[in-house]
């Protein structure tokens, strides 16, 4: 199949050349949009990743071009409009599961940066500052904890928590049996996110989800409580974060996603202005940590995706079973 994949970088060229099972590869920069659609012409199939949009004016265009396929390089598919390409009868495949602990881990790494403040003493020591002022942390150690969805990624992330020693509460539509074994209590949003001194999001972006930290929700906050986002940046109403820091109210802010990151994130800004005005806010807060969408990014998750796209590629072409197919009620 002739596929054209967009919002490519290095390491994606890289894997998907290694792992490519026979198809042609057409790699494009850009993210995918109603402007960049025309460059798909003549492709039965394009592979896209978390900021390329997918709305029902691009599948149109896509459709008329030939399209038949789509295939996604990643789990979140909130950027697809999963509807309209059903009624075009074009399939989305994703990757539901490449490596949960990936960003599982990420998360964690946010929470243990932000909190023993490794960031700041790294710039201290480079400087030959070694005070201990303002770096004093809290211990992880019988910590409450509360994990918002746990689905691959949140069940990972309380296997870590587990290690750790800390007292899990979670919030799930559908409470895991394994995890309850585990002795993950679970409960309403409201009885979980009060007394957590870290509130960890791993709940996908819909309809229901879509500004679930708002400012109600925070009204069940410990005041001082770390909350680290590494699922989609919509799950949390930006405003009225910036004004529960400013309040301090949310303690700490660790966040591998952003409302509008699709603009910024993947790309090199160092030389430019940054014009919007929420995202310099919160990277101008000394509590708040920003990292851009980084939390798939180990060589074993980058690897799996290569994998389970070309096995998606060739079921398509084979006429196979569709199992990564994203439903509508996913
Ligand atoms: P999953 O589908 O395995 O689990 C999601 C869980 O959230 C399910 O158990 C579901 O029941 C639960 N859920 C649904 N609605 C909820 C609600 N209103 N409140 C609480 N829980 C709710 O998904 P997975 O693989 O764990 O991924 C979670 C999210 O992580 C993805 O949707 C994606 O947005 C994000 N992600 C971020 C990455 C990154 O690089 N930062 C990489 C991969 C995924």
Not at 42 to 47: P, V
Not at 149 to 154: A, D, E, F, L, N
Not at 262 to 273: G, Q, Y
């Amino acid at each position: 199949m002739k596929i054209a994949v967009f919002s490519t970088s290095q390491y994606d060229e890289d894997f998907l050349r290694e792992y490519n099972t026979g198809h042609q590869l057409v790699f494009f920069k850009v993210s995918l949009s109603e402007e960049s659609a025309v460059l798909a012409a003549g492709c039965e199939a394009i592979c896209i990743f978390v900021n390329d949009v997918l709305s029902q004016a691009v599948l149109e265009k896509l459709q008329q071009k030939g399209l038949k396929l789509v295939v996604l390089r990643c789990a979140g598919f909130n950027n697809v409009d999963v509807a309209y390409a059903a009624q075009l009868q074009i399939p989305i495949l994703r990757v539901p599961a490449y490596s949960p602990e990936a960003v599982a881990e990420h998360a964690m790494a946010l929470i243990l940066t932000l909190n023993r403040k490794t960031h700041k003493a790294y710039n201290r020591v480079r400087e030959g500052n070694f005070s201990l002022e303002k770096l004093m942390g809290i211990n992880l150690y019988q910590r409450k904890v509360a994990v918002i969805g746990t689905g691959h990624i949140g069940q990972a992330f309380c296997r870590i928590l587990k290690g750790f020693g800390c007292e899990i509460k979670a919030h799930d539509p559908f409470p895991s049996v394994e995890m309850a074994k585990l002795g993950v209590k679970y409960g309403s949003l409201a009885d979980t996110l009060k007394d957590a001194d870290f509130i960890s999001l791993h709940c996908p972006l819909n309809v229901d989800t879509q500004y679930l930290i708002n400012e109600s929700s925070l009204q069940h906050i410990k005041p001082g409580a770390m909350l680290i986002n590494t699922s989609r940046g919509g799950l949390i109403d930006t405003q009225a974060i910036i004004r529960a820091l400013k309040s301090g109210l949310i303690g700490s802010l660790g966040l591998d996603v952003y409302e509008q990151e699709s603009e910024f994130f993947f790309h090199d800004f160092s030389e430019l202005i940054i014009k919007d005005e929420q995202l310099s806010q919160l990277i101008s807060f000394p509590n708040v940590l920003i990292t851009g969408h980084q939390g798939f990014l180990t060589q074993e998750a980058i690897t799996e995706i290569a994998k389970v796209t070309f096995g998606n590629v060739d079921a398509f072409v084979a006429g196979a079973a569709l199992v990564n197919r994203v439903k509508l009620q996913n």
